[in-house]
């Protein structure tokens, strides 16, 4: 169902702070670093060999991500696995029951996106990522 | 610094009824499921083609894990990465300045491992695996 593990999202309250840890003394590449308004959080991207780090950040306290630091604090948010066709693996959770928060996809940083909900996977939320052809 | 990851840990409080999501309804291929009696918890290790995630549920209320779940609920617990050699990785990250749990490695199930602290990672919890050379 799952093509490969895109990269693991981690909430943190600070992006500068958190680059100074995960880029300078973690060793972790920076890729890519934006904004994204919708969302009201600024993520950076950054890789370890095999695998990618997304952390995200709010700029605004009236962000999900503000709300979700709240009560939670600070750490493992999501896990993203890059799926072939998002429609056809949304309808296949369908089927098995799985309980999803977007039933349709929205658009993503890297192509469509759709979240699994938390319930769904004991408490460990999963995105879904159809990535745009220059992507990939 | 990080070679690659090697799995994600995902805490959970029953491991048939996670192993019912993950195996039966995403699709994950168990790997192996083995009890860790010295932790008081049994684990199943499951993958999704370029990657692993590690099912943990407590087999004893008196499990860090059973503190865990009952303070955090049931979710991403943390992120291992391998690496080559597990004593100069602990010097180099202690040299930055890296917060560990573990000072010096201890026994995994696929090798030794050592934890660094969830403070200094913005409370996702890393782990360090030295794979022993027949898990490789």
């Known amino acids: ?19 100074q840890t995960y880029r300078d003394r973690l060793g972790f590449t920076l890729l890519e670093r934006i904004e994204i308004p919708e969302q009201l959080v600024e993520a950076a991207f950054l890789e370890a060999n095999n ?19 709240e009560k939670r604090g600070e750490g ?3 896990v993203c696995y890059e799926v ?9 959770l369908a089927q098995q029951g799985v309980q999803l928060i977007d039933e349709t996809p929205r658009r993503g940083v890297h192509g469509r996106v759709a979240f699994v909900h938390p319930k769904a996977t004991h408490g460990s939320m999963i995105e879904l990522l159809e990535k745009d052809a220059h992507h990939k």
């Open 1 to 19: 169902m799952f093509t490969r593990l895109d990269h693991i999202g981690i909430v943190v309250a600070d992006l500068d702070t958190a680059l």
């Open 51 to 69: 695998s990618t780090i997304e952390l995200i950040a709010p700029t605004d306290t009236a962000s999900g991500t503000a709300r979700y630091l």
């Open 76 to 78: 493992p948010h999501h």
């Open 84 to 92: 072939d066709d998002i429609e056809v693996t949304l309808a296949e």
